[in-house]
């Protein structure tokens, strides 16, 4: 928007990229209130170089410095950037997907909304990673999850709240700030979720997926047993992590190489 800061992007491009390769726009996590760039570099250099594709992540404002709509509206400002040098970077703009985890998960989902009210920006894929999307926090699972070592109703709670600015909960969130509160998600980009049976957003998770479905949307959802959050990075070597990982990566190389 006009008077908003410059939004810087990181890209990562693999030695030998092909001209016209497809592409994925990163949004790392920290339930809208920590993280950066860096924290994601492994994961996109990785993606980067496996599938040989350019990977791009987004540093966007946090809260509660910066609440809603900055952080998304952020996300939206280094996409558009992003689709709208295609031709300089080399990219193909027709396959560019988009993901992210946990509040970058949430972002993704409020920015396919975005993009497809915008009508500005295609996007060919959506990949949600146990994704924050339900300010209510009022599912079975946010309730079941207490543990401290782990992201919990108390900090979900709290994350809403700095991203909302205390409104969380209320009659009037917009659906790009939360997805879960939309009701018209017909014309969304395909989509694959991915959640752990022991997360708090596993219900939400579901929901969503099912939502989608019913509008029309092509979606996968895959939970798998005694997963939390963030457990595919704390617990990289389990076979569950490893098995994650590998469905993840597959779904995206099926979403930009026309296998899916």
Not at 32 to 38: D, K, P, T
Not at 109 to 114: E, K, N, S, V, Y
Not at 126 to 146: E, F, G, K, W
Request: aromatic letters at 8%.
């Amino acid at each position: 928007p006009e008077g908003a800061p410059d939004v810087m992007v990181r890209t990562y491009r693999p030695a030998g990229l092909p001209t016209n390769a497809p592409a994925f726009y990163w949004i790392h996590g920290g339930g809208m209130v920590l993280g950066n760039v860096e924290m994601s570099d492994p994961y996109c250099a990785g993606i980067a170089a496996q599938l040989n594709i350019l990977v791009a992540s987004v540093e966007y404002r946090l809260a509660p410095e910066h609440p809603y709509p900055a952080p998304i509206e952020d996300c939206y400002a280094g996409l558009k950037w992003f689709a709208g040098a295609a031709s300089e970077l080399g990219i193909d703009s027709a396959r560019i997907a988009i993901g992210g985890g946990s509040a970058g998960g949430g972002l993704c989902a409020g920015l396919a909304l975005l993009a497809r009210d915008r009508g500005e920006i295609d996007v060919c894929f959506q990949l949600l990673v146990y994704p924050m999307i339900d300010d209510r926090n009022i599912s079975n699972s946010s309730h079941a999850i207490t543990d401290p070592r782990l992201w919990n109703r108390e900090k979900n709670t709290i994350g809403w709240s700095s991203y909302l600015a205390g409104n969380n909960g209320g009659e009037d969130v917009p659906v790009y700030a939360a997805p879960a509160r939309a009701t018209n998600l017909e014309g969304l980009p395909p989509a694959y979720i991915n959640v752990g049976a022991l997360d708090l957003f596993v219900d939400e998770s579901i929901d969503y997926a099912q939502a989608l479905n019913a509008a029309g949307v092509r979606t996968e959802l895959h939970v798998y047993p005694v997963a939390f959050h963030g457990s595919p990075n704390s617990v990289s070597e389990s076979p569950i992590s490893q098995q994650w990982a590998a469905d993840q990566q597959n779904a995206l190389r099926g979403a930009l190489f026309g296998d899916r």
